[in-house]
């Protein structure tokens, strides 16, 4: 069951995610827009130019902010990623379990997993 629901929720975080591609790629290009122009804007030496970029600036800064789109998408991969590693788990992991028993076979078990992970 715990595997059925993994998948379920994975396979929406891929449909969001493939959803918010384009405004994620948009939001990639405007912050790299960004920081293009906060370079050109510290080497400006006149102030029409420094004005200029900060116009130019404020425009790039509204395109980013209306690409939130982009920050559900973002949440979208960081969910899957999170699905794949979860995916990946044994609930019995022998690691995970703690042993309070002197068995030796039970202790040599664990000891072995940890080596071998």
């Given at each position: 069951?715990?595997?059925?629901?993994?998948?379920?929720?994975?396979?929406?975080?891929l449909?969001?995610?493939?959803?918010?591609?384009?405004?994620?790629?948009?939001?990639?290009?405007?912050?790299?827009?960004l920081?293009?122009?906060f370079?050109?804007?510290?080497?400006?030496?006149?102030?029409?130019?420094?004005?200029?970029?900060?116009?130019?600036?404020?425009?790039v800064?509204?395109?980013?902010?209306?690409?939130?789109?982009?920050?559900v998408?973002?949440?979208?991969?960081?969910?899957?990623?999170?699905?794949?590693?979860?995916?990946?788990?044994?609930?019995?992991?022998?690691?995970?379990?703690?042993?309070?028993e002197?068995?030796?076979?039970?202790?040599?078990?664990?000891?072995?997993?940890?080596?071998?992970?």
């Amino acid at each position: 069951m715990r595997k059925f629901m993994l998948f379920i929720g994975g396979l929406i975080a891929l449909l969001i995610l493939l959803a918010n591609l384009g405004p994620m790629v948009l939001l990639g290009v405007s912050v790299w827009l960004l920081y293009i122009i906060f370079k050109k804007f510290l080497k400006s030496d006149s102030t029409a130019g420094k004005i200029g970029w900060v116009i130019l600036g404020l425009v790039v800064l509204s395109i980013t902010f209306s690409n939130m789109f982009a920050v559900v998408g973002l949440a979208a991969a960081y969910a899957l990623y999170l699905i794949v590693t979860n995916w990946k788990k044994d609930e019995n992991d022998p690691v995970v379990a703690t042993v309070d028993e002197d068995d030796p076979f039970t202790n040599f078990e664990r000891q072995w997993a940890e080596i071998n992970n």
